[in-house]
């Protein structure tokens, strides 16, 4: 099942039978609005703080993607999940929700990733049937925690990124109707130096192309096997940097081929400095958009790689650089 010296392989080709997309008010007025299951006109979802709203945020993503694979929440064996909360409480406490045997995850915004890779390798090993892989942000609660409340009204360079306040969530099966993966590429922890959490798209673009070199490696394929490669939140500046970087390593990926669900999900209009970011980016492009394209056959073949910068509020604090790292996927109709 392993190949190279970071791939997995499923043989079994596990399957997604239900994914789901939740989010917020500025993704309903964002590019790919129409590929979310449920939006929501109100950041606080009729809650008492951003935790407990993103904690709902993640608990209707596992539900309508449960629905959607024709089961029940009794029916599911495993839950996957993982958000930037610290000690990932909003998955834990959607954990206690759903009452489904649970593994937390994190990988910061890799967390989309890593957990359908965690949850495929279940499947696909038949350590069990079926697993939830899920993940979620949410704007006000990273912010908060990461940077500034938004009350504050702190000013933010260009390099910037907004967080995508939602959830994404996927069914994943040993066998019925859906989508397969193929692979999952672990990442390794690279670090640069950058110690700015306002460029969090510099830090992550080097471990964005040192996994997504390492999947081509392994597998033994070349890049235009793919009719998508998608990086998580890079945003423009990441995104820039991690194009210049495949090509100084000899790896010339057409541009039509290679894209950034940070770049992706919100419209030009929108203020939201350098793109998109947070677990829900990747997640909810990946478990909404992409997998419906894939579906209706507009896709055969993508690949997510999802990237996260693994600093805490402490790490910051302390004056340390930013360790990044991330975890790829490889999706087939």
Known sequence: MQKGQQTWFFESQPVIIGSAAVGGPFEANGALADDFDLLHGDMWLGQKSFEKAEKKL????????IDKAGMKKEDVQFFVSGDLMNQIISSSFAARTLGVP???VFGACSSSMESLAVAS???NSKAGKNALAA????????EKQFRYPTEYGSQKPPSAQWTVTGAGAALVADQGEGPRVIAATVGRVVDMGISDPFN??????PAAVDTIQ?????MGIEPTHYDVIATGDLG???HAIAADLLKKHGMNIPEEIITDCGLMIYKEDQQVFAGGSGCACSGTVTFGHFVKRLKKGELKRILVVATGALLSPLSYQQKETIPCIAHAVAIEA
């Open 58 to 65: 993640l608990e209707q993503a596992c539900e309508i993607a």
């Open 102 to 104: 649970f593994l937390g």
């Open 121 to 123: 390798l279940i499947v």
């Open 135 to 142: 993940c979620s942000s949410h704007n006000g609660s990273v």
């Open 200 to 205: 969090m798209g510099a830090a992550m673009a």
């Open 214 to 218: 390492a999947h081509f490696r392994d």
């Open 236 to 238: 423009k500046i990441g």
